[in-house]
């Protein structure tokens, strides 16, 4: 899934009444995005919504591929054939086959499909509901990776008389998994209650308040007073948490498979169409004194484009050269940066304490002569994004399944839905497109390099996904892919 570091509302805490003993507060960076599965494009609106509703497959904290809906699946060459488990709406209406069909093709309906939602389904030709518990999805082609893609929260399995809605209440939020919605006030909170048709069982934490708040300190003094149990660390507050001595013993490390990174757009800035003015910026910024002495909180410099969960971090991006970097923008034209015009950097307003924030345009300026205009936006920042309207921004990408495909493929192919940069290379998609059939890391690798020179994208760093959990809370597994599982919380 795309991230978006992204933010809006305030948490209106005057609503708030003393939390009861089975009940805990999640608060988030940002409000949710949406309350439709098929656009929770965004970390924190996955995470929550991932508890109401379910796939047919999930992935674990090892990585690995595990059942959820469906109970078993096989794979015949382009025929995957999928078998459903026993399991219940939180209306009480049976999970069957046309809730799996009418949601598969609503998530690759062109009238409300988002474009991410082509990036899992794009290698599906049709879906056929067998029997109740029998699904076929015929593929234009074999995939390796499409029971993976399957386990996506914005493909998830909703009653099919939502076919052709959008959800936006959360009275039509209905899943089959423990938890159900039962309160949405925007830029206020959300409510989770336990579903009474899970077939898990009973769930320990009989509610879940759900409240965004955007502003940094005071969501850790929150955390450190006592109001706030569970959170998910923005990348800009790692460092925080990781000098603080009571934040850091409540903190949870993951391994990460997410790549901060800047996005070029050359449509909104013609002179990026230019490689050598992309190379010239990479290799103008020094990524290891960005990750290590300012974003700090076990940040490692990208040395290329595939984050550390995927594979290990090797030298394929342009090295740091600020010399070079001046020789080869005189070389395209822009001698000192001269007849540039001004560039400017998108970014959202929650991750305005992002050292890069700062760190690009004084080090653009100083190595290169080029002036940037920081631009900080709200919820609308993805819109930006997908309408090519900002020659750089700040983004990220976390893999939502431990494979390279997940992220070279899906930023990168210049069929990719998600292709945000405008990347087209000929040479690339051919070597991607060997390693998506092979599944070889050394095949990944030659694509990798391939774009790692051309410099579609400048990954960054990559960073632990961190949680914080207050001292009354336990039991909570926490995973790399996923939503937070409550089922054996303890308070």
Request: net charge neutral; charged share 25%; glycine share 6%.
């Amino acid at each position: 899934m795309p991230l978006l570091l992204a933010g809006c509302g305030r948490g209106n805490f005057s609503e708030r009444s003393a939390r009861k003993s089975d009940s805990i507060t999640w608060a988030l960076r940002n409000d949710l995005k949406s309350l439709d599965p098929i656009r929770a494009n965004e970390e924190n609106t996955a995470s929550v919504l991932g508890e109401v509703v379910e796939t047919l497959v999930t992935v674990d904290p090892t990585g690995k591929i595990q059942p959820a809906l469906a109970k078993s699946w096989t794979v015949d060459g382009a025929k995957v054939t999928f078998t459903l488990g026993d399991a219940k709406f939180s209306d009480g209406t049976p999970v069957t086959a046309k809730d799996v069909k009418a949601s598969l093709d609503r998530a690759m309906d062109p009238k409300l499909l988002p474009l991410e939602t082509s990036t899992y389904l794009g290698d599906v030709s049709e879906v056929v509901a067998t029997d109740d518990h029998t699904v076929t999805i015929l593929l234009k082609t074999p995939s390796r990776t499409i029971v993976s893609k399957l386990s996506s929260p914005q493909v998830a399995i909703i009653p099919a008389r939502f076919r052709n809605q959008a959800i936006t209440k959360a009275e039509d939020l209905i899943g089959s998994g423990p938890y159900r919605m039962t309160d949405y006030r925007p830029s206020q909170r959300a409510v989770l209650e336990p579903n009474p048709n899970w077939r898990g069982g009973k769930v320990p934490i009989a509610r879940i308040e759900i409240i965004p708040i955007t502003d940094a300190s005071s969501l850790l003094n929150r955390f450190r007073s006592g109001d706030v149990d569970l959170l998910q660390v923005a990348s800009s507050d790692v460092g925080t948490i990781m000098d603080a001595k009571d934040l850091k013993e409540r903190a949870t490390l993951l391994p990460t498979t997410k790549v901060i990174y800047l996005l070029i757009q050359p449509a909104a800035y013609p002179p990026l169409k230019d490689p050598r003015v992309r190379r010239a910026i990479a290799m103008a910024l020094d990524r290891k004194k960005l990750s290590e002495d300012l974003v700090r909180g076990e940040a490692h410099a990208a040395g290329r484009i595939l984050p550390t969960g995927l594979a290990e971090n090797k030298p394929l991006l342009p090295a740091y050269d600020p010399e070079a970097a001046r020789k080869l923008l005189a070389e395209a034209g822009y001698p000192g940066g001269k007849g540039l015009p001004p560039l400017d950097f998108g970014f959202n307003e929650a991750n305005r304490l992002n050292a890069i924030v700062d760190f690009l345009p004084t080090t653009l300026k100083a190595e290169l002569g080029i002036t940037v205009r920081t631009r900080p936006f709200g919820l609308s920042f993805m819109d930006e994004i997908q309408k090519h309207r900002l020659p750089m921004a700040l983004s990220g990408w976390g893999a939502p399944y431990p494979d390279p495909q997940a992220v070279l493929s899906v930023l990168l192919r210049s069929d990719s839905a998600t292709n945000y940069s405008g990347y087209s290379s000929a040479a690339f998609d051919a070597a991607d497109a060997k390693a998506q059939i092979s599944g070889k890391i050394e095949d990944f690798e030659a694509a990798e390099k391939i774009a790692a020179n051309d410099v579609p994208i400048l990954p960054l760093y990559s960073q632990p996904k961190v949680w914080l959990m207050s001292a009354r809370l336990g039991g909570v597994v926490l995973s790399t892919y996923g939503s937070p599982d409550f089922s054996k919380a303890k308070l």
